[in-house]
């Protein structure tokens, strides 16, 4: 397996900002996405993030709301924009690591709460 | 589109009790088949998988799973849960092929008293 890191594990933010949340891993990795799970409910995935190219969303979330960037192999972020109390949420990242299984790996997440 | 049932949303159980989660997948081809556990604040992490070979799987903490394909099932299982099995169950199915990308499941909430 290998150390996914994301950060920041939680923030509460104001309506109408934006948070940037971050994911670095410390092995090489294919495939990074990002997920959504909110309580009681299934991870939805939210886009796929590709390296030096713009992330491929799942229907239903659009870059303009969850901006995403992957500038090299192991690092992405994505940002929440403009967020409402709808956006509360844990955002997780996952990664399939090169070499290996065909398996998704799991960050611990970040526990959003929008006032 | 795959689809992936958990029948058991909510399981509360005493200790040494047997567990078994269900899950159901709609795809009726070759299919990987994986359950991953979140204990409570930490992060998903892998208990099993079925890529192909025996159908019932061994993972860990005693944990096993049945993939039963005339069923479309593959459904947890352990002989006797301990307190710290206390956690959020989630079955993943994915096609085999291009994406690396599997459906989740809306994950079973499982307490154990002890």
């Known amino acids: 397996s290998a150390v996914i890191s994301q950060k920041p594990s939680r923030d509460i933010c104001q309506r109408g900002t934006s948070l940037t949340i971050q994911c670095q891993v410390d092995?090489?990795?294919?495939?990074m996405f990002w997920y959504r799970q909110q309580p009681g409910q299934s991870l939805t995935l939210i886009a796929t993030?590709?390296?030096?190219?713009?992330?491929?969303?799942e229907s239903g979330f659009v870059i303009d709301k969850f901006p995403i960037s992957r500038p090299n192999l192991t690092f992405s972020t994505l940002t929440v924009s403009n967020m409402s109390p709808e956006d509360s949420s844990i955002y997780l990242c996952?990664?399939?690591?090169?070499?290996?299984?065909?398996?998704?790996?799991f960050g611990a997440g970040t526990r959003l709460s929008v006032l | 589109a795959q689809s992936v049932s958990q029948h058991n949303h909510h399981v509360i159980l005493s200790e040494a009790a047997s567990l078994e989660l269900g899950c159901n997948y709609s795809y009726g081809g070759t299919v990987n088949l994986f359950w991953y556990v979140q204990y409570p604040g930490q992060h998903l992490q892998l208990l099993l998988k079925y890529f192909s070979g025996d159908p019932l799987v061994k993972g860990i903490k005693g944990f096993e799973a049945e993939f039963i394909k005339s069923k479309f099932s593959f459904n947890l299982r352990k002989p006797s849960v301990q307190w710290s099995d206390t956690a959020e169950y989630f079955c993943?199915?994915?096609?085999?092929?291009?994406?690396?990308?599997?459906?989740f499941g809306r994950g079973t909430s499982l307490i154990v008293h002890p």
């Open positions: 092995s090489q990795v294919t495939m």
């Open positions: 993943a199915v994915k096609s085999p092929g291009g994406s690396y990308i599997p459906t």
């Open positions: 993030a590709n390296q030096g190219s713009e992330a491929t969303y």
């Open positions: 996952s990664v399939v690591l090169a070499g290996g299984e065909n398996i998704q790996y």
